[in-house]
């Protein structure tokens, strides 16, 4: 059998095929003593580094025009540091509203009143130690109770009651911050998942009632987010969840939720984030983006650029910071 004639094979020349890659999207190497501003101007503008430039216009387009930013987030955000990061961004009026899961409460009430968080895990289960703190046991769950008794969803009656104890922590803590500036902050409780469920002074009807009624204050400021962005940070399965039903009530109740920007941000994508933020809640309109990395290096690389864009367009957000 002769071998394949490839005498007639057709070409074309290379300056005129249409390529993904050219060298204007290059990298600038970094300059010692430079600026941020420099430094993000310097990424390639390919794949994540533009997508995480591309959030950051969103946020700041979103909030020039009164539109609503919403952060969730899981509790490894707060275990890896980065409480003082989301909180400047709530003050400076970036963030609107924000929602975490149980853990997130456990961990923002300990680092509140202790000052550290986050127990050897491994450690205590063997000898029954674990989740057995007393402060988490007796006064989170007080604070609880007596919150929900007055009407009040897990993130105030949290949130309050560390900003009025003044806890001895109280500065690092984003359910207090949220609540002195009268954001929205809402707590997603599974129960059994948080160790202050395991003790006696826990009570299910205030942890129902409690989390139920943080749903539909979320689910009001979801309703509220045509032209607004709505960013998914460490949680893989609670947060995505909740979300999706919210966006679901929001367009039967008239909300058509066309124009938004979704955006999945964890050191791994999983299923639910992708499906419940990026890619069903865009299908009608807006854009879904998903963002892989460790949370302590994207999320102030986020905030930098949000801090920066603006700062370079010269825009702030408009101060009704709860439209």
């Known amino acids: 059998m002769s071998p394949l004639d490839r005498t007639g094979l057709r070409t074309y020349r290379l300056q005129a095929r249409k390529s993904k890659v050219k060298v204007e999207g290059f990298a600038r190497p970094h300059v010692a003593g430079s600026t941020v501003a420099e430094f993000l101007e310097g990424l390639p503008k390919y794949l994540a580094a533009q997508d995480i430039l591309q959030v950051a216009s969103a946020i700041v387009e979103a909030r020039a025009n009164g539109r609503m930013v919403i952060m969730s987030m899981g509790a490894h955000v707060i275990k890896v540091g980065l409480s003082p990061i989301v909180m400047d961004l709530m003050r400076e009026g970036w963030i609107c509203a924000l929602a ?30 674990f ?14 109770n007596t919150g929900v008794g007055l009407g009040e969803g897990l993130g105030e009656a949290v949130g309050k ?113 992708m499906n419940n933020v990026v ?17 302590e290096i994207m999320v102030p690389l986020l905030a930098a650029a949000i801090k920066e864009k603006a700062w370079k367009e010269k825009i702030s957000p408009m101060r009704s910071d709860t439209p």
């Not at 680092?111 to 986050?118: L, Q, Y």
């Open 100 to 129: 975490t899961n149980g853990a997130g409460m456990v961990h923002d009430f300990e680092i509140a009143w202790a000052g550290h968080t986050s127990e050897e895990v491994d450690e205590g289960l063997s000898d029954g130690s």
């Open 279 to 295: 890619r069903r809640p865009t299908l009608l309109g807006g854009k879904g983006i998903a963002i892989t990395g460790h949370h």
């Open 131 to 144: 989740g057995m703190a007393e402060e988490t046991a007796t006064v989170l769950n007080e604070m609880i």
């Open 161 to 273: 009651r560390l900003s009025e104890a003044r806890a001895p922590h109280v500065e690092n803590s984003l359910l207090a911050c949220a609540w002195e500036l009268k954001r929205p902050v809402t707590v997603h409780v599974a129960i059994g998942t948080d160790i202050h469920h395991l003790h006696p002074q826990a009570n299910g009807a205030s942890l129902g009632e409690g989390s139920y009624r943080d749903f539909m204050r979320f689910c009001e400021r979801v309703t509220m987010l045509e032209g607004g962005v709505y960013l998914n940070v460490g949680s893989a399965v609670i947060l995505p969840e909740v979300f999706l039903k919210a966006v679901s009530l929001a367009r039967n109740l008239g909300h058509p939720l066309r124009r938004i920007t979704t955006v999945n941000l964890d050191f791994i994508q999983h299923y639910r984030p």
